[in-house]
């Protein structure tokens, strides 16, 4: 099994190959709009607790890092247990660990509708976390796996962004909902929400259907799938480039999972705003957020078709912007132009996420494409979406939610010389990883070319 880019084909195919189906395009886009609906429950679920942030601070009596730690942990067990779990829904079945998985989260929202504390409440997010470890890295391997390889890009952009999505109307909605009923109300329609669409997916989507064609030039791996994936697994880390990938994902989407988290809070404290009316109002900084990361992906994908290390330039471009753009809000007084540039710095914080995501699927395996993928979420999900809302919170107690939200953009800094390094070595890696590919096909090579 060679590895697969996004301007070479695959070996043993004729260079059309990145615009073949791999099943038919209307039941591609089925998988893909039942996919996404269940990544939208699944933030959904995830980020209703920020829009009840205010709420839960006054019955409660709950510190900021102690809000932070309750959005936090959901992150931290992704991060912790979407390798493991993930590497079984390869060998196990996809889409049975996919409807378990939805049925989990769902359930333990459900759950966190009953708590009756802080410790409670802790548990039930523990739960969702487990439950939604393994969705992310399996959803995006899924959709893929359907659609022809010169979609990565685009593909892996709009999918990443139903996170972003799912934060809107999980804040949104939510905050309409505890606002109008109290917030035990908004965690229980949630829950129903992820049940119906899970039970939806195991009756629409199969393994059958799903199962990719055979590889006619083969792998040379043998057949036993412990083997395989032992051969396979250390490809996860084979190059600098594809290391650097999981980083620089992971440092900026620090800066995305920070402010999705907190800007209920920030306008409901800064901007006198209702618990409604701020959730409606960051849901939109959201929207822009996962407008940004299709942005990026359709970007990299047109940019990258004659230099695929233009990938890089899209990452590094991002993350810089965002650096100006929120250092900048987070200094200026409360008002149109602070939310106007706040807007824009939202747009290209998470930006990254379609080329670094597309870096991943092009340097790895299809064999351990879930695995892969975990490998990304378990970096964006340690070094950015748990400790982003966690870190805030606890600088929260110390210098003020303002002065926390102005510390946060740096870690843009970080993530920019991630992608520098990765861009620097991405055209040696890329021919070193290609090359056992074009060794082990000499015939189709030379045909290809």
Do not use: H
């Amino acid at each position: 099994m060679g590895f697969l880019t996004a301007t070479e084909p695959a070996p043993g195919r004729t260079g059309s190959g990145s615009s073949e189906w791999p099943a038919s395009r209307r039941y591609a886009w089925v998988v893909f709009a039942l996919s996404f609906g269940l990544l939208l429950s699944d933030y959904m679920s995830r980020q209703v607790l920020n829009a009840v942030f205010p709420m839960l601070k006054a019955d409660w009596l709950l510190s900021d890092a102690q809000l932070g730690s309750l959005s936090g942990i959901v992150a931290l067990m992704v991060g912790l247990l979407t390798f493991p779990l993930s590497l079984l829904a390869d060998r196990w079945g996809r889409v049975r660990s996919l409807v378990i998985a939805a049925t989990m989260w769902s359930l333990a929202t459900l759950g966190c509708a009953v708590a009756a504390s802080y410790g409670q409440m802790f548990i039930g997010r523990l739960f969702v976390g487990i439950g939604e470890a393994a969705y992310g890295s399996v959803g995006i391997a899924v959709v893929l796996s359907v659609f022809p390889r010169a979609l990565r890009a685009t593909l892996s952009g709009a999918f990443i962004a139903g996170g972003a999505f799912g934060s809107v109307l999980g804040i949104s909605i939510g905050g309409a909902v505890a606002q109008a009923y109290g917030w035990r109300w908004a965690y229980g329609a949630m829950g129903v929400f992820g049940l119906v669409l899970a039970g939806i997916y195991a009756v629409v989507v199969t393994e059958k259907r799903l199962a990719p064609q055979p590889d006619p030039a083969g792998d040379g791996l043998g057949t036993d799938t412990r083997d395989r994936l032992r051969v396979l697994l250390p490809r996860l880390f084979s190059s600098v480039s594809v290391v650097s990938a999981y980083i620089g994902s992971g440092l900026q989407l620090f800066i995305a999972g920070a402010l999705i988290a907190w800007l209920p809070s920030y306008f409901n404290r800064y901007y006198d705003m209702p618990t409604a009316k701020a959730g409606a109002t960051a849901g939109l900084f959201a929207l822009m957020i996962g407008i940004g990361m299709i942005a990026g992906g359709i970007a990299s994908d047109r940019i990258s078709r004659r230099a695929p290390i233009r990938k890089w330039a899209v990452a590094i471009g991002c993350s810089v912007g965002s650096l100006v753009l929120l250092m900048t809000a987070f200094r200026l007084p409360a008002g149109p132009v602070q939310l106007l540039v706040l807007a824009l710095g939202a747009l290209l914080c998470a930006g990254t996420a379609g080329p670094g995501a597309a870096m991943v699927a092009n340097l790895t395996p299809a064999a351990i494409a879930a695995t892969a993928f975990a490998t990304l979420t378990l970096a964006n999900s340690l070094l950015g979406l748990a400790p982003g809302p966690a870190v805030t919170g606890m600088l929260a107690d110390r210098l003020g939610l303002l002065g926390a939200l102005q510390l946060v953009p740096l870690v843009a800094v970080a993530a920019t010389g991630a992608f520098l390094i990765g861009r620097r070595w991405y055209e040696r890696d890329l021919r070193r990883l290609t090359a056992p590919a074009a060794t082990a096909e000499p015939k189709e090579s030379e045909v290809s070319s």
